[in-house]
Nanobody, 122 residues
């Protein structure tokens, strides 16, 4: 049974930084793509960041490029999302997911975490 647990939510001031973590049990991330998505109430889920199996490639949503960075620990058991220059618009639920690439920039995500949320104060 694969489980993903996100952590790192909390309260941060606008312009500040926060790091989210996604820890896996039942699987390491060494052979899988890992992504962070976010979804605000009433809006579609959007990709925040994605890292490939080999760590050779990362992708970011347009709204976070240059501000957020996705990375993994050496043991490939935890994926991080470093978020800098946070804006009130970044405040929403963030979800970690893992899966495989099934085609050119096409992915199938098999497992999702429960999500973590933070607040950006102005």
């Amino acid at each position: 049974q694969v489980q993903l647990v996100e952590s790192g939510g909390g309260l941060v001031q606008a312009g500040g930084s926060l790091r989210l973590s996604c820890a896996a049990s039942g699987r390491t991330f060494s052979s899988y793509v890992v992504g962070w998505f976010r979804q605000a109430p009433g809006k579609e889920r959007e990709l925040v960041a994605r890292i490939s199996q080999s760590d050779m490639g990362t992708n970011y949503g347009d709204s976070v490029k240059g501000r957020f960075t996705i990375s993994r620990n050496k043991a490939k058991t935890t994926v991080y999302l470093q978020m800098n220059s946070l804006k009130p618009a970044d405040k929403t639920a963030y979800y970690c997911t893992t899966g495989i690439e099934v085609g050119s920039l096409r992915f199938r995500y098999d497992y999702w975490g429960q999500g973590t949320q933070f607040t950006v104060s102005t």
